[in-house]
């Protein structure tokens, strides 16, 4: 089925539910291969938060821009990055879309305009800033979208980046994830003033806060909130989310309850939507089932790709050092 | 040829850059109303108007940062940080962002960015306005790193900076910018990646960069006198090295000088010696020497601060030692 073939018009919310399942089967697949050892290193996942990666981007143009963090596979699926890039990126395979040089903390696509996977805790917001000063100086109507964790809005990247954004009127859309937790220090335990928006406020920049375990309130926020930053400046959204996983697959969770983590569970953004998509006689269990076996089908697909990719030769470690490196005679 | 002072060299590049392309734009501290902490971009506001010569709040790293973003989305920033020692506040920016993208991104980004800055001691700044941490920098692939030492260089280098489509450094030493030189009125392109023989000589090589270019010049100088033949190459570029252009000079003259206002541990002289030694052992007659900062945070009386920073007469004893 396509989503088109929904319930006349519930076709978009139908696609909002297959954008956030592509996600959580995409990374419940990498937590396999994980343990599989087919993919090292961190890897931080998005589940409990999907609604917060499709409901901005759905309310992007193509040529507006991503800045994302490190928990950025969703941001680079539903940016339209494909599931077989993004994987072969997991494995480490030149066929990935940084070619394995990124990993999953560093997924780039120029095609997309998505600028990084940026594993600096609030060093994506500079260059969130500097993006869209490039299209205010160029004329062009452009927005970043730009995203980061409770935790960036401590550093003084943050400070300064809404501080620039909003002295220069640029259209930068600050997102910040708001799941209550960086690594294992609770907002509360690193925040003095806990309302992040009365820190945007301080800067003059307009915020909104919102439930980011509900897709369809993230997504009617974010098209107000990008179309206000398009034409007035930068904007601050505040994503109320929350991870049901560890910070990565390194986290033994010793600082959050399992009542607490069976609460939010009880929000989880996709089943909300599905049910109340069925409620609403657009999808049945049937047609969401249907749903599934595709989105399961991608995933399988994707992982083939990437199983069968290939690694980058060794000789060319040195490419892409700088323009000219990595080719005999080169400077260095 | 008129004669100009550095300063004034970088100012005619930095007009000419912002007169010959729009997407080239001068941002940083005092940049624009104050004319530039070192006066280098003054009336270039007045010229050129707030949108393209940008006053910025004190906030390296976001400033810094911007002019990475907007190197990426099409535009070529220049970026003025006031001192190395301010830069160490953007130092996330630098080596993390501006130096991995293209790698992280697998070749699909590239940030064609430039950053000035002044760096060196000699004004009596103390110590948190007069280190030379350029060579720092130059530790860090991804990024090139220019010195220029020379009004000629000091107007030429800025275009092909410019030009490159990778992030460059400029590092301008604080004592040259009064310093006056012929400036060609017919400058060709200038080359980024070769160092230049300032002087030719026979006995020793003495390698240097910057703003030690001078004292090593007027040891040469001294040296001629004592019927020593002293070679110096001005490194130029301080990332890439061109070590062809030194090995060659100390295969001829079978010793070697290092002089570098940077600290002697963990530094840019240490890496130029290094190299020597790995690379034409068998040509040198004596080790390589070195003459560097004394390891202490500059201080700020006059005699202290001579005392620090290689001068000429150093020079010419840390020459005799090699038995030049
Ligand atoms: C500057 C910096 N300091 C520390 C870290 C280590 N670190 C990685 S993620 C993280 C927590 C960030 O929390 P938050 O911003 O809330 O994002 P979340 O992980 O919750 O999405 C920390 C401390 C880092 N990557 N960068
Ligand atoms: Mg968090």
Redesign the interface.
């Known amino acids: 089925m396509t989503d088109a073939d929904a319930f006349p018009g519930m076709q978009h919310q139908v696609h909002l539910l297959r954008q956030m399942a592509r996600i959580r089967r995409f990374e419940e697949r990498a937590v396999e291969l994980y343990s599989a050892t087919a993919i090292r290193g961190f890897l931080h996942l998005d589940i409990g938060q999907e609604a917060c990666a499709v409901g901005v981007t759905e309310a992007l143009e193509p040529d507006d821009?991503v800045v994302a963090t490190y928990r950025e596979h969703g941001h680079a699926l539903a940016r339209g990055i494909t599931m077989r890039a993004v994987m072969a990126e997991l494995e480490g395979k030149v066929e990935?879309?940084?070619?394995?040089?990124?990993g999953s903390m560093?997924l780039?696509?120029?095609a997309t305009r998505f600028?990084?996977?940026?594993a600096?805790v609030g060093?994506g917001?500079?260059?969130?800033?500097?993006?869209?000063?490039?299209?205010k100086?160029?004329g062009l109507p452009r927005v970043?979208a730009c995203f980061f964790g409770d935790g960036a809005v401590a550093e003084?990247?943050f400070h300064?980046?809404m501080?620039?954004a909003a002295?220069w009127h640029l259209p930068v859309l600050f997102c910040c994830e708001n799941n209550r937790y960086a690594m294992g220090t609770a907002l509360l335990r690193a925040q003095s003033e806990p309302d992040l928006a009365v820190k945007a406020a301080a800067y003059r920049v307009p915020s909104w806060s919102v439930d980011g375990m509900d897709v369809l309130a993230v997504e009617e926020a974010a098209n107000r909130a990008v179309e206000a930053t398009r034409f007035g400046g930068p904007h601050f959204l505040e994503l109320r989310t929350y991870r049901f996983r560890g910070h990565s697959m390194y986290d033994p969770d010793r600082y959050r309850s399992t009542d607490e983590i069976e609460a939010w569970k009880e929000r989880d953004p996709i089943p909300r939507l599905a049910t109340a998509l069925r409620d609403a006689g657009a999808l049945d269990d049937g047609a969401r089932g249907r749903m599934e076996e595709e989105v399961a089908a991608e995933v399988e697909d994707a992982v083939a790709f990437a199983e069968a990719g290939t690694l980058e030769p060794v000789e060319d470690l040195e490419?892409?050092?700088?323009?000219g490196s990595g080719v005999p005679g080169a400077?260095? | 040829m008129t004669a100009v002072t550095y300063r004034e060299a970088v100012r005619r590049a930095l007009r000419d850059a912002l007169a010959t392309d729009d997407r080239v734009?001068l941002m940083g501290v005092d940049v624009g109303a104050y004319g530039g902490c070192y006066a280098v971009s003054l009336g270039l506001l007045e010229e050129f108007g707030p949108?393209r010569v940008r006053d910025?709040?004190l906030?390296e790293?976001?400033?810094?940062?911007?002019?990475?973003?907007?190197?990426?989305?099409?535009?070529l920033?220049i970026v003025e940080i006031m001192t190395v020692n301010f830069s160490l506040l953007a130092l996330?920016?630098i080596v993390?962002?501006a130096a991995t993208?293209?790698?992280?991104?697998?070749?699909?980004?590239?940030v064609p960015l430039v950053i000035r800055m002044t760096t060196g001691a000699g004004r009596q700044l103390g110590a948190q306005h007069s280190h030379s941490l350029e060579g720092w920098y130059a530790h860090v692939?991804?990024l090139?790193i220019l010195a220029p030492a020379t009004v000629t260089d000091a107007y030429g280098m800025l275009a092909p900076a410019l030009v490159?489509?990778?992030p460059v450094l400029i590092f301008e030493h604080g004592a040259l910018y009064h310093v006056k030189g012929e400036l060609p009125d017919d400058l060709g392109p200038v080359d980024l990646?070769t160092a230049v023989i300032r002087r030719a000589g026979g006995d020793l090589t003495l390698v240097t960069y910057g703003g030690t270019l001078p004292a090593s010049l007027d040891a040469a100088e001294q040296l001629a006198g004592e019927g020593v033949g002293a070679e110096v190459i001005d490194l130029r570029s301080l990332r890439?090295?061109?070590m062809d252009t030194v090995l060659a000079s100390v295969a001829r003259t079978h010793r070697a000088l290092v002089v570098d206002e940077g600290w002697r541990s963990g530094s840019l002289s240490a890496e130029v010696s290094a190299r020597i030694t790995e690379q034409a052992f068998s040509d040198l007659d004596a080790p390589v020497g070195r003459v560097c900062s004394a390891e202490v945070p500059m201080p700020y009386a006059k005699h202290l601060e001579d005392a620090v920073v290689p001068r000429a007469a150093g020079v010419v004893a840390a020459a005799r030692r090699l038995g030049a």
């Open positions: 821009a990935g879309v940084s070619r394995g040089r990124g560093h780039f696509d120029v600028f990084g996977g940026n600096i060093g917001l500079p260059v969130a800033v500097g993006l869209a000063l490039a299209d100086l160029r970043t003084g990247e300064e980046s501080n620039l002295l490419r892409f050092v700088t323009a400077a260095r | 734009f949108e910025t709040p906030s790293s976001a400033f810094v940062g911007a002019g990475i973003g907007a190197a990426l989305g099409g535009m920033p996330d920016q993390n962002n993208y293209r790698y992280m991104s697998g070749g699909q980004m590239h692939p991804g090139r490159d489509p990778d990646t890439p090295l061109d």
